[in-house]
Nanobody, 121 residues
Framework: QVQLVESGGGLVQAGGSLRLSCVAS????????MGWFRQAPGKEREFVGG????????YYADSVKGRFIISRDNAKNTVYLQMNSLKPDDTAVYYC??????????????WGQGTQVTVSS
């Protein structure tokens, strides 16, 4: 059974940084693309970014491009989301997910439970 467990969320002031981690188990981590999503109160879940299975390509939503960085360590079965220059609009529950398809698409098979990120002004 695939499990994804996020950690690293918390409260940070605007302009600050946080790094989220997502540890995967249950199947060969290196074979799958990984994505980060977020959902703010009253809003739909949105794509934040994704990284291909080999880590060679990353994709980002325009709203986070230049501020967020996705990376992965296949030896540790972990994907990271480094978030810099955080803004109050980044406040949301952040989820990692795993896909067998294009990381920019919607075919994500498994999801973590989410971690709360709150950015104060």
């Amino acid at each position: 059974q695939v499990q994804l467990v996020e950690s690293g969320g918390g409260l940070v002031q605007a302009g600050g940084s946080l790094r989220l981690s997502c540890v995967a188990s249950g199947r060969t981590f290196s074979a799958y693309g990984m994505g980060w999503f977020r959902q703010a109160p009253g809003k739909e879940r949105e794509f934040v970014g994704g990284i291909t299975w080999f880590g060679g390509r990353t994709y980002y939503a325009d709203s986070v491009k230049g501020r967020f960085i996705i990376s992965r360590d296949n030896a540790k079965n972990t994907v990271y989301l480094q978030m810099n220059s955080l803004k109050p609009d980044d406040t949301a529950v952040y989820y990692c997910a795993q896909t067998t398809g294009d990381v920019r698409g919607s075919r994500y098979d498994y999801w973590g439970q989410g971690t709360q990120v709150t950015v104060s002004s």
